[in-house]
């Protein structure tokens, strides 16, 4: 089964009757497991749109979106909850990393959250995947005191701390400089040889994009375009 399935998905923003705006128009979509697909496009193509609804943030307005295999439409939040923590992982421009907390801690509390205790594995993986991004030094310190780029990292980690079969990026590099962004790219790659994860990653930025493996052009809430892409 693919992670991702889309077929006929369509979505629509009610600005107040009769204003109704279709924003997807009826996607059909798969991605597998272990992929590493860029999804681009123009501002106002649908991008963010289409994020928030593979992340089970937005309902579609209707055609059907499962999710390692099973149908989403109509699932209660409680099972949408289980479901988007059993699936997906979120990485967003702004990192959105919790100030008051050390970077170990911002990245076991989704675990505290979901769980409502941290199991010593669980830290254990935490600290270990700090460690393995270059972060082992910087377990105690503050979002704060840490650059832009560090800041990205933890998010990473924070993401990929429960192991999900997929990460959904939006502009993950998008508030870094050059040099920051290709080391937080890199470092996107590497976790996804070394964990198999695979990874859906919205980006404006032409070089990202290139080094993805399938690239995804979406104009006007349409595909444009769904090609693979040679590693360079
Ligand atoms: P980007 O191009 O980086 O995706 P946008 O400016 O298109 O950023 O959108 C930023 C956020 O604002 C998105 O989460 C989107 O859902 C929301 N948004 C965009 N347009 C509207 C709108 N007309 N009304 C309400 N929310 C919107
Ligand atoms: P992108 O991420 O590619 O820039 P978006 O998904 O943010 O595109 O926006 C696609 C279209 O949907 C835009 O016309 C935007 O104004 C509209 N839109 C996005 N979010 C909302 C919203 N919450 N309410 C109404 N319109 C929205």
């Known amino acids: 089964t693919p992670l991702v399935q889309l077929d006929g998905l369509r979505k629509s923003y009610n ?3 009769p204003n ?17 697909v860029a999804l681009i496009g123009p501002s106002g193509s649908g991008k963010s749109t289409l994020l928030n609804v593979l992340g089970l943030l937005e309902p579609p307005t209707a055609g059907s979106y499962r999710l390692l295999g099973e149908e ?18 979120f990485v967003f421009q702004f990192h959105h990393l919790l100030p008051a907390f050390t970077a170990l801690e911002n990245v076991t509390l989704p ?14 993986r935490a600290r270990e995947l700090l460690g393995a991004i270059g972060l082992g030094e910087a377990l105690h310190k503050k979002p704060g005191e840490l650059s832009g780029g560090m800041q990205q990292r933890v ?16 502009e993950p590099t998008g508030n870094l400089d ?3 962004a290709d080391e937080v790219f890199a470092l996107m790659r590497r ?5 198999g994860t695979a990874f ?3 980006t404006h930025d032409p070089s990202i994009a290139a080094r993805c493996d399938r690239v995804i052009e979406l104009v006007d809430g349409r595909i444009v375009s769904d090609r693979p892409q040679a590693k360079t």
């Open 15 to 17: 600005l107040g009757r």
């Open 20 to 36: 109704e705006v279709e924003v997807l128009h009826g996607l059909a979509l798969q991605v597998r497991r272990g992929e590493f």
């Open 72 to 89: 989403t439409a109509g699932l209660d939040d409680t099972t949408l909850t289980r479901l988007r923590g059993q699936a997906l992982g």
């Open 111 to 124: 675990m505290l959250m979901r769980d409502g205790r941290i199991a010593p594995a669980a830290e254990a």
């Open 155 to 170: 998010a990473m980690a924070r993401a990929l701390a429960s192991r999900p079969p997929l990460v959904l990026a939006d």
């Open 178 to 180: 050059r040099h920051s």
């Open 191 to 195: 976790l996804h040889e070394e964990l």
């Open 200 to 202: 859906l990653v919205v």
